[in-house]
């Protein structure tokens, strides 16, 4: 049932292009007047990972509403889409805070294992320690890309064990089956997106073998050319999978949607060239009442460039609108 018919993005036409769509706001946009101050969180397995909180108020006088965002692959909570959607709620009301997973923030994690695309264990400690900690009456959770698979991930595993305390939770651009993704990164439209991942990937599995040597075959990781050959050498072996295809079947979303039991919205433009055809999961959404699947056709990848008179995008109006309306 909740299919959305009719999306609200209508792009300019220069921005009608997949790819300038996808590569402008990554390159060109700058978010101003946000006051993100880091914090640092404890895991209880013994690593960390940093959260850069923004305040609608200011620290001493809280919000009761949260918005907790979690950033794509080999991004952080300071890119422009996590800013501006962070700057966008703190307008609202809610205080926001982007998490920056394992090894994202400037600094790696103590672990041999950092973060993976299926990695809801830190989403899942963050999320009880808020609720612990009462100070907040509502949590809206938004994710980007993998950051997206994340968070739909981590809200069909917990299914109706959700705390009633998150209350919506919203995902954009997201490969919510990873191998399809993976498959459509090796065509050679994407390679020069593929090779500018393994660009920062490689560095940091260098570093990782320095501080744990012999963990994995560090040689066939660096001549790696597509993620398939990346993720068989080295971030299946360092998070306990056999190899990239076990890694990809167990971390993907996709077979968890059905299980979510918070109004939930997936926005994933049909002409985004990292997607495939089982990353638009319409016989999910017209099963489901509270999986809602939005497909504009234009918006490219994390793109959706159309900023309104305050600079904001539609992503950030439009999650707005879901978590205040519901449609």
């Known amino acids: 049932m909740p299919i959305i018919d009719k999306s609200t993005y209508k792009p300019p036409h220069y921005f009608r292009n997949t790819h300038l769509n996808t590569l402008y706001p990554a390159i060109f946009r700058a978010v101003k007047n946000v ?7 404890n895991t209880p397995d013994g690593d960390f990972f940093d959260a850069d909180w923004s305040y609608a108020h200011n620290s001493d006088t809280p919000s009761q509403r949260l918005l907790v965002c979690i950033h794509g692959l080999e991004g952080h909570a300071r890119r422009p889409y996590m800013a501006g959607m962070m700057k966008r709620f703190n307008t609202e009301g809610y205080d926001a805070v982007g998490l920056n997973m394992r090894g994202c923030s400037g600094e790696d994690n103590l672990l041999l294992a950092s973060y993976h695309s299926g990695f809801t264990k830190d989403i899942a400690f963050f999320v009880d320690k808020i609720v612990a900690e009462k100070h907040y009456d509502e949590i809206v959770i938004v994710g980007f890309s993998v950051g997206g698979n994340i968070v739909l991930k981590y809200a069909g595993e917990k299914g109706k064990n959700i705390s009633p ?50 963990a994995f075959n560090i040689e066939e990781a660096l001549k790696a050319k597509f993620f398939r050959q990346f993720d068989d050498h080295f971030t299946a072996p360092v998070n306990g999978f056999k190899d ?10 996709l077979p968890y949607l059905s299980n979510i039991c918070v109004p939930t919205l997936l926005v994933n433009a049909t002409n985004d060239t990292f997607l495939g055809k089982t990353c638009f ?3 999910v959404a017209e099963k489901s009442s509270h999986f809602y699947l939005e497909m504009p056709q234009s918006g490219g990848h994390l793109g959706f460039m159309s900023p309104d008179t305050e600079g904001y995008l539609w992503t950030e109006n439009r999650a707005i609108d879901f978590v205040l309306r519901s449609i």
Request: hydrophobic share 35%; aromatic share 14%; net charge positive.
């Open 35 to 41: 006051d993100l101050q880091r914090i640092r969180i």
């Open 165 to 214: 305390k998150v209350k919506k939770v919203i995902a954009f651009s997201v490969p919510c089956d990873l191998e399809s993704g993976s498959i459509e990164f090796e065509k050679p439209h994407n390679r020069f997106y593929q090779w500018q991942f393994l660009v920062t990937l490689k560095q940091k599995a260098k570093a990782k073998y320095k501080k744990f040597p012999g």
């Open 244 to 253: 990239a295809i076990d890694y990809w079947h167990k971390a993907s979303s």
């Open 281 to 283: 999961p319409i016989d």
